[in-house]
Each structure stands twice: as structure tokens, then as C-alpha cells.
């Protein structure tokens, strides 16, 4: 096991999805776009890769919410053979080093400098990862593209030699270990975070109220879904961003959730969605657990 960590949007689920050669994990540009601890497997004919992908750390702590994503972070450093620490190319904040200093001085850690790509000449990232070498002591340092998969290969390799030998714990065709029902709710809030951007605050959630297969009697072999979910904001004026003027943006989120979820499950979908106002539900730990937080 394999844990992907680093500060907000470093693209530690770019990478994941990048390694396991399938999206498994949502990603935006927006900060604290992954708030659960998702698995990735990849396995070939002689490795099994399970690749923890976690929250970005949270330096600000505004909330249980927040509080909650930085437990599953500490949680997952302490249950996996080697740990994969995400940077940025050329940066390295005091939010990096607060990843750094959780990392566990016997974990046999790989610094992942992400990005490599914005450089057109790799020499120029050289003082920067002899900075970073003399700031620990990585057993390796391997600059990539999670977003072209450039040096991915190389970055499987330095890891696979950091796994214990041991029988495969997934069958070769797993790809996650979420089901169908939480893949869904993460790809409605992708949406909700890519397409409101900037004008929707952290405050939103996803619930799935219903996830029916049912028959198809001209067409037996194929699936249809029916899934009605919730989109909880913190505040009425939220809700109305999201609905946006007489519905538009609430059908434009529907609908591109819909071809993605379709192409997930191998299914045509009906999808609906509803919006309501659950003030606080982002500060109360035991909301934040039926809501499926760990």
C-alpha cells in the first residue's frame, strides 16, 4: 500500500488516476476537491499497487470538516508500506513543509515533483531537487507529468521496489475499492466545483437518496439507473448560486454529471438532483459521518 499525500492541489489525484490508468478520484482546481481517502489498484503480471490517494493536508483547520480530512491523512501514513510526497515543481511552501514534518521518519518516502512538464528544460529543476534532497532523506526523487504521464513509469518502478513480497490482496481487474454509489456522489460534486469555480465556497456536499437498477425489457442485457441525489449547502444564498437563473446551472451540473456517470457504470441514467440548506453540516462531526466521512 501506497500513500499519495501533499498539500492542496499539488495533483495528487491527477496522479492517482494517471497511475491507475482509470479517473477513480475527482479533481478541480479548487482546494479540498478530495475529501475522502480513495484507493487505487493497479496490477500487472509480476505487482499489485494499492495507492491510497488522501485529502490535501489542511494548514487552516476552520472546521470539522477539516479536521476530519487531516486525521484520514495522519491515518493512511501509518498503514502503508511507502509514501508518495507530491510537490509542486520549482515551489515548496510552508504548507509543503507541514506535509513534510507529518511524514514518518522510518517511512521510506518518494518525493514526487509534480509538474515537471511547465520546465522545457529539466537541468533548470536541478537546484530544486537538490534543495529538496538535502531536506530529507528521500530514497527517491523523480520529477513527472501526472497530467501527459511522463516519467510515471519510472516513478512505478522506484516504488515497486519499496513493497513487501506477499500474495496479491485484489483481484487483477479491481480498479477501487468504493462502489458504485460513492463514485457517483463524487463525480456530481466534480461538477459542482468545476462549473461554479470561484463563486461557491467549500460549503457542499453530495448525498445519493436513491441508486435503483432497473430492468431493461427490450434490452435485457443492458442497465439503466435510476439515482436521485441531494446537494447540501451551508447558506440560502449558496442554493441559489447553485440553482443558478430558473435552473440553468443546476441542469448544466445534472447534465454533465449524467455522461460521466454513464460512462462509469455502462449504464443509461436518469439523474435528478435537488438542492437544500443544512446550515452547520460542514462543523458537526456526527452529521459529517452519516454523510459518509471517516
Partial sequence: MVAIVGRPNVGKSTLLNRLVGQKVSITSRKAQT???RITGILTDERRQFIFVDTPGFQTAQRNALSRMMNRT???AL???????FVVEAGKFSAADEAVQELLPEEAPVVLVINKAD???DRKQLLPFVAQR????????IVPVSARTGDKTGELLDAVAV??????AIFSADDLTDRNERFLVSELIREKVFRLLGAELPYGCTVVIDQFVEEPVHRDPGARFCRIEATLLVARASH???????????????GTEARRDIEQ?????VHLGLWVKVKAGWADDEARLKTYGYE
Fill in 78 to 84: 501509518g498503514e502503508v508500506d511507502a509514501v508518495l
Fill in 162 to 167: 519499496l513493497l513487501p513480497e506477499q500474495p
Fill in 34 to 36: 478530495t475529501r475522502h
Fill in 118 to 120: 511547465f520546465f522545457a
Fill in 239 to 253: 442554493k441559489s448560486i447553485v440553482i443558478g437563473a430558473a435552473g440553468a446551472k443546476l441542469r448544466e451540473i
Fill in 133 to 140: 534532497a538535502a531536506a530529507r532523506n528521500y530514497v527517491a
Fill in 73 to 75: 491523512v495522519r491515518a
Fill in 264 to 268: 462509469l457504470l455502462g449504464a443509461r
